[in-house]
């Protein structure tokens, strides 16, 4: 076998899940010299990933695209609809998509990542301009998370619990064989392409998130109450991730993080990839000019807008079960251009806050109470972390 090349490079990314393959990617396509390690490069990827149809990159090839829903449904206190396309990426595609030459990947573990070098388990140690951390976040006792199982039917059996929807990206009715006072948890049910869909029961956070067991009985239930019967042939789907970093801080003499890693898991919906995508070209031109990443990552307005999102979690892991579909209910009635904001945009704190007043603004008593132990409203002190549980996916 050939000794390993280790000469520096411009660019060593640790790490290819999506975040860290795009921005492998983009920084090939700026002409920098790039080299990755990861622990399994040639794994396929089978999570599903899906993304709103305005936040796909202008550079990234619409094939990646396995289906796009115009108007998604929701079920809260009342049927609602999203005025804004949704789609799902298919996986196999997007990876794909994002390859570059494999000659430059290593195949190894990082067991120490420093801002101009990694040092593997087998004491190798490779050197570069720029070190990006892309090894996703790791749960914790402390950290919230989601949890998910589902499964991938048929055409014919899926619209039957899709009930006339295009696509469920919540349906938080109780049709799963749980009471009131039970943590609620949420069907998502979307296309996937092919004539399949993926029927999924979802805990958006919880600490910690309610179990797979749970989740797959509750699916089961929910789909027997729409007729439908699945017969353990399925292709399943689990999910269990932090929604949260953790307690490192965002900045440190260390490489920079990117992907989960560095802050980017919006907390109240658990999605990541979307933002990596929209990070990627931008980072890849920084490290190519030579410019400051810790300013293009995190500006001002970015940290404030993490900064609410982070009370939006903490507000939704103090809520009572019966609180939860009327907090979605109302946001879901805000403006489109405000539940993007909240959702989408990084930069966006005046968006932000503006949606998270006009929700307050019409909040019951008890939801407004638990609103203003959370932060969200300037001047409020933060409570001791809750070890409630409050779910959704």
Known sequence: MAPLDTTPTDVLVVGLGPAGLALSHRCAEAGLSVRAVETHPHRTWTPTYAIWDDELPHWLDRSVIATTTDEPD?????????????????????????????????????????????????????????????RGTTRT????????????????????????????????????????????????????????????????????????RELRARLEVRLRSRGVRIDGTER??????????????LFTSTATAFGSRGGFMHPGTGYSVAM???????????????????????????????????????????????????????????????????????????????????LFAHFPPGLRSIAVKSTILPGNRSPKRSDSTIMDT
């Open 276 to 358: 990596a995508l929209g990070l990627a070209d931008p980072v890849a031109k920084a490290i190519a000019g030579g410019e400051d990443l810790r300013e293009l990552l995190w500006p001002l307005p970015a940290r404030g807008v993490r900064k609410l999102r982070r009370a939006g979690l903490k507000m939704l892991l103090g809520m009572d079960a019966a609180q939860v579909a009327p907090f979605f209910a109302t946001f879901f009635d805000l403006p489109i251009e405000l539940q993007r904001a909240y959702l989408s945009d990084r930069n966006d704190l005046a968006g932000t806050a503006v949606a998270m007043r006009k």
């Open 141 to 212: 006792p402390a950290t919230a998370e989601q949890t998910a199982f589902g499964v991938v039917v048929d055409g014919e059996t899926g619209r039957r619990a899709l009930e006339g929807a295009a696509a469920w990206f919540m349906d938080w009715r109780r049709d799963n064989g749980t009471s009131p006072t039970d943590p609620p948890s949420f069907l998502y049910a979307v296309p996937l392409g092919s004539d399949e869909i993926l029927l999924e029961e979802t805990c958006l956070v919880g600490r910690p998130g309610l179990h797979l």
């Open 236 to 249: 399943l789907e689990r999910v269990r991730f932090p929604v949260e970093p953790g307690p490192r801080r």
């Open 74 to 134: 929701v079920w809260t206190t009342r049927r609602q609809t999203i005025p804004r396309a949704y789609s799902v990426l298919n996986s196999r595609r997007l990876q794909d998509s994002l390859s570059f030459d494999y000659n430059f990947v290593v195949t190894g573990t990082a067991v120490d990542v420093a801002e101009d070098s990694v040092t593997l388990t087998d004491g190798t140690t490779l050197r570069a301009g720029t070190v990006i951390d892309a």
